[in-house]
C-alpha cells in the first residue's frame, strides 16, 4: 500500500531529478568547454554580428529588420507563455484554492498537496519563468533596433555600440530561456496525464535538449 501511495510522487522527483541533473550537467559543461555548447557559440554569433553591422555604411534598415524579425519571434514566445499561463491558472486554481482553503480553515493542519498538484506548480512557474524571459528578451531587441538604425558614422552609434552588442547578446539568451523552458513542459505536462509518463517524457526532452544544445560548426 505504501508503495501505492509514493510512487506518484518518485515519479515527480524522478521527472524533475533528470531535468535538473541535466541542466548541471550543462552549466559545468559550458564553463569547461563554452565553444561547444550552442548557447554560447550563438550569443557570440549575435555579437559578431552586430559588429559587422556596425562597420558597414548603409546597413541600418538591414539591421532594424533583421532585429525586428526576431522581436517578432520572442513576442510570440511572450504571448504562447501568457496564454499557456492563462488556461494552466484556470484549471489549477480550483484545486488550489481548496487545498489552501483546508488550511485556512482549520480543517488540516498543513496543506494536503498531491504530486498532481505540485507539478502543476510547477508547470505554472515555468511558464511564467518562460513569459519573463520573453518579454526581457522583446525589451533589449527593441533597444537594439534603435541603437542599429542610427547612421553608421555618427558618434551616437559609436557611443552606444558596446550596448548595442550586449544587448543583442542578451535579447537571443533570454530569448532561447523562453523557448527552453517551454520545452520543459512537455515531462510535466506528461506527468499530469500519468505519472510515468512524467519520466518518459523528461527523458524524450533531455534527449532532444542534448541534441539542440550541441555546436559543431561542420554540421
Known amino acids: 500500500m505504501n508503495a501505492v501511495i509514493t510512487s506518484p510522487w518518485l515519479a515527480a522527483i524522478a521527472t524533475l531529478g533528470i531535468i535538473a541533473a541535466y541542466e548541471?550537467?550543462?552549466?559545468?559543461?559550458?564553463?569547461?568547454?563554452?565553444?561547444?555548447?550552442?548557447?554560447?557559440?550563438?550569443?557570440?554569433?549575435?555579437?559578431?554580428?552586430?559588429?559587422?553591422?556596425?562597420?558597414q555604411p548603409g546597413s541600418e534598415?538591414?539591421?532594424?529588420?533583421?532585429?525586428?524579425?526576431s522581436l517578432m519571434s520572442a513576442t510570440m514566445t511572450a504571448s504562447?507563455?501568457?496564454?499557456?499561463?492563462?488556461?494552466?491558472?484556470?484549471?489549477?486554481?480550483?484545486t488550489l484554492h481548496a487545498t489552501l482553503g483546508e488550511a485556512v480553515t482549520g480543517t488540516?493542519?498543513?496543506?494536503?498537496?498531491?504530486?498532481?498538484?505540485?507539478?502543476?506548480?510547477?508547470?505554472?512557474?515555468?511558464?511564467f519563468a518562460s513569459l519573463v524571459?520573453?518579454?526581457?528578451?522583446?525589451?533589449?531587441?527593441?533597444?537594439?533596433?534603435?541603437?542599429?538604425?542610427?547612421?553608421?558614422?555618427?558618434?551616437?552609434?559609436?557611443?552606444?555600440?558596446?550596448?548595442g552588442s550586449a544587448y543583442v547578446r542578451k535579447a537571443g539568451l533570454l530569448y532561447s530561456w523562453g523557448l527552453r523552458q517551454l520545452m520543459l513542459l512537455v515531462p510535466v505536462v506528461a506527468f499530469v496525464l500519468h505519472p510515468l509518463a512524467g519520466v518518459v517524457g523528461a527523458?524524450?526532452?533531455?534527449?532532444?535538449?542534448?541534441?539542440?544544445?550541441r555546436f559543431s560548426a561542420g554540421e
Request: aromatic content about 8%; glycine content about 6%; hydrophobic content about 60%.
Open 24 to 55: 548541471g550537467w550543462l552549466n559545468i559543461a559550458q564553463r569547461l568547454a563554452p565553444g561547444r555548447l550552442a548557447r554560447t557559440a550563438h550569443a557570440s554569433l549575435r555579437e559578431d554580428w552586430f559588429a559587422a553591422i556596425s562597420a
Open 61 to 69: 534598415i538591414l539591421a532594424v529588420q533583421t532585429l525586428r524579425n
Open 80 to 94: 504562447t507563455a501568457v496564454l499557456g499561463l492563462m488556461g494552466a491558472l484556470s484549471l489549477t486554481a480550483p
Open 108 to 127: 488540516a493542519a498543513w496543506p494536503h498537496v498531491t504530486p498532481r498538484l505540485a507539478m502543476e506548480l510547477v508547470l505554472l512557474c515555468l511558464l
Open 133 to 163: 524571459a520573453s518579454v526581457m528578451a522583446v525589451r533589449y531587441y527593441n533597444h537594439a533596433g534603435f541603437i542599429g538604425g542610427m547612421p553608421v558614422g555618427a558618434p551616437q552609434r559609436q557611443r552606444w555600440a558596446a550596448a
Open 203 to 213: 527523458l524524450l526532452v533531455v534527449a532532444a535538449l542534448l541534441h539542440f544544445d
